[in-house]
Protein backbone atom coordinates (compact mmCIF):
# COMPACT_ATOMS: atom_id res chain seq x y z
CA UNK A 1 0.00 0.00 0.00
CA UNK A 2 0.92 3.54 -0.45
CA UNK A 3 0.23 6.44 1.82
CA UNK A 4 0.20 10.14 0.26
CA UNK A 5 -0.25 13.74 0.54
CA UNK A 6 0.04 16.36 -2.45
CA UNK A 7 -0.95 20.13 -2.43
CA UNK A 8 -0.15 21.16 -5.86
CA UNK A 9 -0.26 17.77 -7.44
CA UNK A 10 3.68 16.91 -7.69
CA UNK A 11 3.51 13.79 -5.09
CA UNK A 12 -0.13 13.14 -6.42
CA UNK A 13 1.77 12.49 -9.73
CA UNK A 14 4.72 10.19 -8.32
CA UNK A 15 2.41 8.44 -5.85
CA UNK A 16 0.21 7.59 -8.80
CA UNK A 17 2.83 6.62 -11.28
CA UNK A 18 4.62 4.51 -8.63
CA UNK A 19 1.53 2.75 -7.77
CA UNK A 20 0.34 2.59 -11.11
CA UNK A 21 4.58 0.82 -11.68
CA UNK A 22 4.21 -1.34 -9.28
CA UNK A 23 0.44 -2.30 -9.13
CA UNK A 24 -0.56 -0.98 -5.84
CA UNK A 25 -2.94 0.66 -3.73
CA UNK A 26 -3.37 4.35 -2.64
CA UNK A 27 -4.30 5.77 0.30
CA UNK A 28 -4.48 9.63 0.70
CA UNK A 29 -3.33 10.85 3.93
CA UNK A 30 -6.06 13.52 4.92
CA UNK A 31 -9.09 11.42 4.11
CA UNK A 32 -7.49 8.59 6.25
CA UNK A 33 -6.84 11.77 8.93
CA UNK A 34 -10.47 12.88 8.86
CA UNK A 35 -11.46 9.36 9.01
CA UNK A 36 -10.17 9.18 12.43
CA UNK A 37 -8.14 6.22 11.09
CA UNK A 38 -5.92 4.59 13.90
CA UNK A 39 -4.58 1.66 13.30
CA UNK A 40 -3.66 -0.30 9.90
CA UNK A 41 -3.27 -4.03 9.25
CA UNK A 42 -0.40 -5.28 7.27
CA UNK A 43 -0.81 -8.06 5.19
CA UNK A 44 1.65 -11.18 4.89
CA UNK A 45 4.45 -9.75 2.41
CA UNK A 46 3.30 -6.29 2.31
CA UNK A 47 5.14 -3.31 0.97
CA UNK A 48 4.48 -0.22 2.83
CA UNK A 49 5.03 3.11 0.91
CA UNK A 50 4.79 7.02 1.70
CA UNK A 51 4.88 9.67 -1.21
CA UNK A 52 5.10 13.64 0.26
CA UNK A 53 6.26 17.07 -0.53
CA UNK A 54 8.94 18.49 1.44
CA UNK A 55 8.01 21.46 3.58
CA UNK A 56 10.77 23.21 5.03
CA UNK A 57 13.56 20.51 4.39
CA UNK A 58 11.74 18.16 6.13
CA UNK A 59 8.05 15.87 6.05
CA UNK A 60 5.14 17.77 6.32
CA UNK A 61 3.46 17.61 9.63
CA UNK A 62 0.48 15.59 8.72
CA UNK A 63 2.47 13.11 7.43
CA UNK A 64 4.78 12.32 10.07
CA UNK A 65 1.47 12.63 12.94
CA UNK A 66 -0.02 10.37 10.26
CA UNK A 67 2.89 7.75 10.75
CA UNK A 68 2.89 7.94 14.48
CA UNK A 69 -0.56 8.25 15.50
CA UNK A 70 -1.64 4.81 13.87
CA UNK A 71 -0.81 1.61 15.16
CA UNK A 72 0.75 -0.40 12.57
CA UNK A 73 -0.19 -3.89 13.39
CA UNK A 74 1.66 -6.62 11.33
CA UNK A 75 5.24 -6.90 9.91
CA UNK A 76 6.20 -4.77 6.35
CA UNK A 77 8.17 -6.88 4.20
CA UNK A 78 9.54 -3.83 2.97
CA UNK A 79 9.65 0.10 3.56
CA UNK A 80 10.37 2.80 1.80
CA UNK A 81 8.89 6.53 1.14
CA UNK A 82 9.72 8.77 -1.84
CA UNK A 83 9.53 12.71 -1.39
CA UNK A 84 9.30 15.41 -3.77
CA UNK A 85 11.30 18.70 -3.74
CA UNK A 86 11.75 22.06 -5.36
CA UNK A 87 15.77 22.21 -4.90
CA UNK A 88 16.72 19.50 -1.71
CA UNK A 89 15.36 18.04 0.96
CA UNK A 90 17.96 18.67 3.60
CA UNK A 91 17.98 16.17 6.57
CA UNK A 92 14.35 14.73 5.67
CA UNK A 93 15.33 11.25 5.15
CA UNK A 94 16.59 11.27 8.89
CA UNK A 95 13.75 12.92 10.57
CA UNK A 96 11.22 10.95 8.99
CA UNK A 97 13.13 7.41 9.27
CA UNK A 98 12.86 8.18 12.64
CA UNK A 99 8.73 8.51 12.70
CA UNK A 100 9.32 5.34 10.86
CA UNK A 101 11.34 3.70 13.62
CA UNK A 102 9.48 5.04 16.27
CA UNK A 103 6.09 3.43 14.94
CA UNK A 104 7.72 0.01 14.13
CA UNK A 105 8.19 0.52 10.49
CA UNK A 106 12.10 0.25 9.85
CA UNK A 107 12.81 2.01 6.48
CA UNK A 108 14.53 0.08 3.66
CA UNK A 109 14.63 2.63 1.17
CA UNK A 110 14.22 6.32 0.24
CA UNK A 111 13.93 8.17 -2.72
CA UNK A 112 13.95 12.31 -3.58
CA UNK A 113 12.46 13.69 -7.20
CA UNK A 114 13.44 17.15 -8.10
CA UNK A 115 10.36 18.84 -9.22
CA UNK A 116 8.75 22.54 -9.61
CA UNK A 117 8.69 24.97 -7.06
CA UNK A 118 5.16 25.54 -5.37
CA UNK A 119 5.71 27.70 -2.50
CA UNK A 120 5.54 31.73 -2.56
CA UNK A 121 4.87 33.00 0.96
CA UNK A 122 8.02 34.34 1.68
CA UNK A 123 9.98 37.06 0.07
CA UNK A 124 12.83 36.18 -2.10
CA UNK A 125 10.64 32.62 -2.86
CA UNK A 126 9.56 32.00 -6.50
CA UNK A 127 8.36 29.77 -9.27
CA UNK A 128 11.17 27.97 -11.57
CA UNK A 129 11.57 29.80 -14.98
CA UNK A 130 9.34 27.27 -17.78
CA UNK A 131 12.81 26.29 -18.81
CA UNK A 132 14.06 24.94 -15.77
CA UNK A 133 10.12 23.77 -14.87
CA UNK A 134 10.40 21.57 -17.97
CA UNK A 135 13.63 20.31 -17.05
CA UNK A 136 12.63 19.15 -13.90
CA UNK A 137 9.06 17.25 -14.92
CA UNK A 138 11.32 15.69 -18.11
CA UNK A 139 13.89 14.20 -14.93
CA UNK A 140 11.13 13.47 -12.65
CA UNK A 141 9.45 11.13 -15.46
CA UNK A 142 13.05 9.08 -16.27
CA UNK A 143 13.74 8.81 -12.44
CA UNK A 144 10.49 7.27 -11.62
CA UNK A 145 11.18 4.08 -13.37
CA UNK A 146 14.57 3.81 -11.53
CA UNK A 147 12.50 4.50 -8.56
CA UNK A 148 10.01 2.05 -8.94
CA UNK A 149 12.73 -1.00 -10.58
CA UNK A 150 14.37 -0.71 -7.32
CA UNK A 151 11.11 -0.76 -4.72
CA UNK A 152 9.59 -3.78 -7.06
CA UNK A 153 12.85 -5.83 -6.30
CA UNK A 154 13.01 -4.28 -2.65
CA UNK A 155 16.47 -3.08 -2.93
CA UNK A 156 18.34 -1.58 0.00
CA UNK A 157 18.76 1.89 -1.72
CA UNK A 158 19.15 5.63 -0.75
CA UNK A 159 18.27 8.27 -3.66
CA UNK A 160 18.55 11.49 -1.92
CA UNK A 161 19.17 15.58 -2.76
CA UNK A 162 20.58 16.52 0.67
CA UNK A 163 21.61 20.22 -0.49
CA UNK A 164 23.83 22.54 1.38
CA UNK A 165 23.52 23.22 5.24
CA UNK A 166 21.26 20.25 5.77
CA UNK A 167 21.41 20.60 9.54
CA UNK A 168 20.73 24.33 9.72
CA UNK A 169 17.93 23.77 7.55
CA UNK A 170 16.07 21.09 8.83
CA UNK A 171 16.92 21.75 12.65
CA UNK A 172 16.66 25.35 13.06
CA UNK A 173 14.89 27.14 10.00
CA UNK A 174 12.13 24.07 10.14
CA UNK A 175 10.71 24.53 13.45
CA UNK A 176 10.26 28.28 12.42
CA UNK A 177 8.65 27.27 9.38
CA UNK A 178 5.74 25.19 11.46
CA UNK A 179 5.14 27.98 14.12
CA UNK A 180 4.27 30.35 11.28
CA UNK A 181 2.25 28.68 9.14
CA UNK A 182 -0.89 30.04 9.04
CA UNK A 183 -3.38 31.12 6.68
CA UNK A 184 -4.72 34.62 8.16
CA UNK A 185 -2.88 36.62 5.58
CA UNK A 186 -4.37 34.80 2.76
CA UNK A 187 -7.53 37.10 1.07
CA UNK A 188 -9.03 37.52 -2.35
CA UNK A 189 -9.38 40.53 -4.86
CA UNK A 190 -11.86 41.33 -6.98
CA UNK A 191 -10.62 38.91 -9.72
CA UNK A 192 -12.62 36.13 -7.61
CA UNK A 193 -15.42 34.63 -9.61
CA UNK A 194 -16.68 32.17 -6.80
CA UNK A 195 -16.05 29.10 -9.09
CA UNK A 196 -15.08 27.34 -5.36
CA UNK A 197 -12.43 25.47 -6.68
CA UNK A 198 -10.08 26.72 -3.97
CA UNK A 199 -12.52 24.88 -1.17
CA UNK A 200 -12.01 21.70 -3.92
CA UNK A 201 -8.58 21.46 -4.41
CA UNK A 202 -7.85 22.30 -0.26
CA UNK A 203 -6.31 18.57 0.89
CA UNK A 204 -7.31 19.68 4.26
CA UNK A 205 -10.87 20.92 3.30
CA UNK A 206 -9.59 24.02 5.55
CA UNK A 207 -12.07 26.48 2.72
CA UNK A 208 -15.71 27.52 3.03
CA UNK A 209 -17.36 29.74 0.67
CA UNK A 210 -18.77 32.66 2.72
CA UNK A 211 -21.14 34.61 -0.21
CA UNK A 212 -19.29 33.48 -2.76
CA UNK A 213 -15.98 34.07 -1.17
CA UNK A 214 -13.57 31.55 0.50
CA UNK A 215 -12.78 31.72 4.13
CA UNK A 216 -9.90 30.15 5.48
CA UNK A 217 -10.72 28.42 8.77
CA UNK A 218 -7.42 27.67 10.37
CA UNK A 219 -6.42 24.38 9.80
CA UNK A 220 -3.88 25.08 7.02
CA UNK A 221 -0.57 23.38 6.19
CA UNK A 222 0.53 26.05 3.44
CA UNK A 223 0.35 23.74 0.59
CA UNK A 224 -0.45 26.91 -1.72
CA UNK A 225 -3.04 24.60 -3.48
CA UNK A 226 -5.65 27.61 -2.88
CA UNK A 227 -3.06 29.85 -4.83
CA UNK A 228 -1.99 27.64 -7.34
CA UNK A 229 -5.24 26.36 -8.67
CA UNK A 230 -7.22 29.78 -8.64
CA UNK A 231 -8.17 30.23 -12.25
CA UNK A 232 -7.98 33.84 -11.84
CA UNK A 233 -5.42 34.37 -9.82
CA UNK A 234 -7.43 36.25 -7.00
CA UNK A 235 -5.92 34.21 -4.22
CA UNK A 236 -2.72 35.84 -2.69
CA UNK A 237 -0.96 35.41 0.60
CA UNK A 238 -0.37 38.89 2.04
CA UNK A 239 2.21 40.88 -0.84
CA UNK A 240 4.39 38.02 -1.07
CA UNK A 241 2.68 36.47 -3.92
CA UNK A 242 2.16 39.49 -5.71
CA UNK A 243 2.90 38.96 -9.29
CA UNK A 244 4.42 35.44 -8.81
CA UNK A 245 3.02 33.52 -11.02
CA UNK A 246 1.35 29.98 -10.51
CA UNK A 247 1.73 26.57 -10.89
CA UNK A 248 0.58 22.70 -10.48
CA UNK A 249 1.33 19.80 -11.80
CA UNK A 250 -0.24 19.78 -15.43
CA UNK A 251 -3.28 18.45 -15.98
CA UNK A 252 -4.00 17.80 -12.78
CA UNK A 253 -7.17 19.12 -11.08
CA UNK A 254 -6.94 17.47 -7.50
CA UNK A 255 -4.55 16.61 -4.79
Not at 195 to 221: D, F, R, Y
Request: charged share 20%; net charge positive; with cysteine.
Amino acid sequence: MIFYYSGCGNSRWLATELATRLDDGLRFIPDLLRAGTDSYDIRQDESIGFVFPVYAWAAPKLVQDFVTSVKWNGHASYVWFACTCGDEMGMTCRTFSKALRKSGLAPDAAFCVQMPETYLCFPGFHLDSPESESLKLENAARKVNSIAARIAARAKARDLIIGTFPLFKSYIIKPLFIRNVTDSKYHVNDDCISCGLCAKVCPLHNIEMTGGKPSWQGNCTQCMACYQYCPRNAIHFATYTKDKGQYHFPDSNKT
